[in-house]
């Protein structure tokens, strides 16, 4: 660039601008933001408030209200710092430590897929706010409110935020390779390992296994349920950052996969008890949803359909064995619907997302064989840190604040001795 007074200023031409977000992707992504904040608030707060006794509900929304609030402020203050910034191997940094540095003209992407940061803050926060509430249907009707909020905001940082780093945000997993396009390793399998390990330590409701209370309200399960079907297009379909054919594709696998896992489900409840029930059902559909989730951008629609008839039945299956071989209360199945879904969708997405296998959309090893041993290292290594960490935040908590509740308040209900309040009045 040259001045009128013939200077030249070739700093000034060699300066590129800077991308601009693109208005359809940056539309689709505050749509898909709000679809998976949907799925907690009020999704998995029906889904998981109908299944308990009608004494605890009010305990169970509660809890994941207040989780949704207290997650997003840690988010915001160093989670996605943590989980996005910097270039470890197995943590980021605090750059942006209380959100540093960014502001209404930061982007993220590569143009044309370019869209704010806030936006995609804001994406991942969704994702922050459901893991820990997941792991709650682990410990419904006997944990301290207090702990859970405790629990909830340390196994964040030291469980889930390093995950993120490690599969999503430019850690060792990511550079290796592996698949985990919604959370298949960040959300499920933390979540069902981690569920599983807290309900062991904390121990099991008064009565079981043998005397196990039915879902109070089967209308506010299916209700809940239905959310997080909706939900989840956003969860899945969201995560390919762009409103485009990937995205559609992504849709229709998790659609069908849920409704494949429904029917699967479904049809094995008939054959082992005589029956198919409503709360059979849309467990089954949530199966499917959590094992499709972390294959949903490689798999085509057979694949999909294949991923959710075999988590219609694996995850059937591993309901009664946590409760009946292992002996753990993990009271609405956590490990058996996610954990085990979102491990076995994992690793199943190494052959079925082979290029030319039933539509599959291709991987990023040469091989299934060598995508495989990528899947399953992260799967590993997530699930016994998973383990490990929420083994030694919860026995830290149980010495000294107390896990809990006395057996009194247990039997009165939580959402009086908690909350002092009761979902349901019989007052005309």
């Known amino acids: 660039m040259t001045t009128s007074f013939g200077l030249t200023l070739p700093l000034l031409a060699q300066v590129p601008a800077a991308p601009a977000a693109d208005p359809g992707h940056t539309a689709w992504m505050l749509t898909a933001t709000a679809l998976v904040l949907f799925m907690t608030l009020p999704g998995l707060a029906l889904f998981y408030g109908g299944l308990v006794r009608s004494r605890n509900v009010l305990s169970v929304l509660m809890q994941c209200f207040a989780i949704a609030c207290l997650m997003s402020l840690l988010w915001a203050l160093a989670g996605y710092s943590l989980a996005f910034k910097g270039s470890g191997a197995w943590i980021g ?52 409110f207090s702990a859970v909020l405790v629990f909830s905001a340390v196994w964040l940082m030291i469980v889930y935020v390093p995950a993120t780093h490690l ?3 430019g850690g060792w997993m990511m550079g290796d390779g592996v698949i985990d396009l919604a959370g298949g390793i960040v959300v499920h399998t933390t979540a069902g390992v981690s569920a599983l390990v807290l309900a062991a330590v904390l121990g099991p409701r008064t009565g079981f296994p043998r005397h196990l209370h039915p879902p109070h309200n089967p209308g506010m399960v299916m209700a809940g349920a239905a959310m997080l079907w909706v939900g989840w297009f956003g969860f899945n379909a969201g995560s390919q950052l762009a ?46 949803l959590a094992t499709i989730t972390p294959a949903s951008g490689n798999v085509g629609p057979c694949g999909a359909v294949v991923i959710g008839a075999l ?17 753990i209360d993990d009271s609405l199945d956590v490990f058996a619907v996610h954990g085990v879904g979102g491990i076995l969708g994992t690793l199943l997405v190494a052959f079925l997302g082979a290029e030319g296998v039933l539509g599959g959309l291709g991987i990023n090893a040469d091989s299934p064989g060598a995508q495989l041993w990528i899947q399953l290292k992260s799967v590993g290594v997530v699930a016994v840190w998973s383990a ?33 309040e009761s979902a349901y009045s019989l007052e005309s």
């Open 311 to 327: 988590a219609g039945v694996v995850c059937y299956f591993m309901c009664g064995c946590v409760k009946q071989v292992l002996k």
């Open 243 to 288: 409103a485009n054919g990937n995205a559609g594709m992504t849709m229709l696998a998790t659609h069908l996969s849920a409704a494949t896992a429904s029917l699967a489900w479904a049809l094995v409840e008939r054959l082992k008890t005589g029956k198919a029930g409503l709360v059979g059902i849309v467990t089954g559909m949530v199966a499917g």
């Open 388 to 420: 490990l960490a929420t083994g030694a935040i919860a026995l830290i908590l149980k010495a000294t604040t107390g896990l809990r509740v006395s057996a009194e308040d247990e039997e009165q209900g939580l959402d009086q001795t908690a909350h002092g």
């Open 167 to 169: 599969v999503w945000g």
């Open 93 to 144: 940094d605090l750059s942006a430590f209380g959100l540093k540095g960014i502001g209404p003209d930061s982007v993220v992407g590569d143009p044309p897929k370019v869209i704010p940061e806030a936006v995609f803050l804001m994406f991942q926060m969704t994702f922050a706010v459901i893991t820990p509430a997941l792991i709650l249907g682990a410990f419904v009707e006997r944990m301290k």
